[in-house]
């Protein structure tokens, strides 16, 4: 199941992609309550479980947060119902709302305001070795700020303090379930998903504060996206393609095979002395390609497009932009 979030009437909306649309969770949980479904849905006893699970955790979810929060099972229930929906109303008249063309549907950031977004630094051992380091022996953690989410299309702000802004391609995991000193072999129970970020930097605050907050914090400098692909949508989250384009010449091409420290492994280990919680962002490094180490430098400039894509999980597109 893909679960996004897009923009309706300048409202933030959930929604569930259904082939080449979006199926509203507003929309299909309100027709749950009014019951005002095709009546051979209203026969099927795997909808009507479905429907029941779904229903005991009325009205619907304000946003991604509070979605998570109801569990696997909910969202179970959840995909089992939207998909049924879309496939009723395939060739008659759809309940306004309900259904969106994904084409045009403006998806925005599936998580506005994550409580957390914990990235992980030289976790590909060639991207160590490209800036003349070793690997590390043990996870190098660090944390964005919230105000550097934005979403797919946004544009990537550069700041007016910095002339070497960077790009960087990460595969991102999603914290469904929240904990304390998780065991590394129950990983995964806690993880709701995964999803594409962009882990834009400014090399030179990076470099000259001598410590990365400020260089990986600038407004717009997290564009996640498009959505969050559910775990079981992911068999093994370690073996997904990962690149990058800028303006169309791939600059970074790797696999998730090659990251040093694996899911599980970056989940317990944080855990051990930090609280996760529901719609915590985990993102795992990025392969080599950066723009700071090539001959000549790359940096992003005013006009230019940048698109990753990761297997199984989409691709996520941002302009970037000039300081307005």
């Not at 996760?276 to 400039?301: A, H, M």
């Amino acid at each position: 199941m893909k679960l996004v979030t897009y923009e309706v009437r300048k409202q933030n909306r959930l929604g569930v992609v259904d082939g080449e649309n979006v199926v509203s969770v507003r929309g299909a949980i309100e027709l749950l309550t009014r019951h005002a479904i095709p009546a051979a849905l209203g026969e099927d006893a795997e909808f009507k479980t479905a429907a029941e699970a779904v229903l005991s955790s009325a009205p619907a979810p304000r946003d991604m947060i509070a979605l998570l929060d109801r569990g696997v099972e909910w969202r179970e229930a959840l995909g089992k119902i939207t998909s049924s929906l879309a496939n009723a109303f395939a060739s008659g008249d759809v309940p306004k709302g309900l259904l969106t063309p994904l084409a045009s549907a403006r998806l925005r950031a599936p998580i506005s305001r994550p409580n957390k977004i914990t990235c992980i630094g030289l976790n590909y051992a060639d991207h160590a070795r490209e800036q003349g380091g070793e690997p590390p022996s043990s996870p190098i953690y660090f944390l964005k700020s919230v105000n550097t989410i934005c979403g797919p299309g946004d544009s990537i702000t550069l700041p007016p303090n910095s002339t070497q802004v960077d790009y960087e391609a990460e595969f991102a995991v999603v914290i469904g379930k929240g904990g304390k000193g998780i065991p590394e072999d129950r990983a995964y129970e806690h993880v709701a998903g995964y999803m594409i970020l962009h882990d834009v930097s400014a090399r030179d605050m990076q470099f000259g504060d001598k410590q990365w907050f400020r260089g990986k914090s600038g407004d717009t400098f997290a564009p996640t996206g498009p959505w969050i692909a559910t775990a079981d949508e992911v068999p093994d989250p370690h073996n997904l393609r990962i690149s990058l384009t800028l303006n169309g010449v791939t600059m970074q091409d790797s696999n998730t095979a090659n990251l040093i420290f694996k899911v599980p492994y970056l989940i317990s280990y944080l855990s051990q002395s930090l609280t996760w919680e529901t719609g915590d962002v985990i993102s795992t490094g990025t392969p080599p390609g950066v723009g700071v180490f090539r001959n000549p430098q790359v940096f992003l400039k005013s006009g230019d497009t940048v698109s990753i894509t990761v297997e199984r999980l989409g691709t996520l597109t941002n302009s970037v932009a000039g300081q307005s």
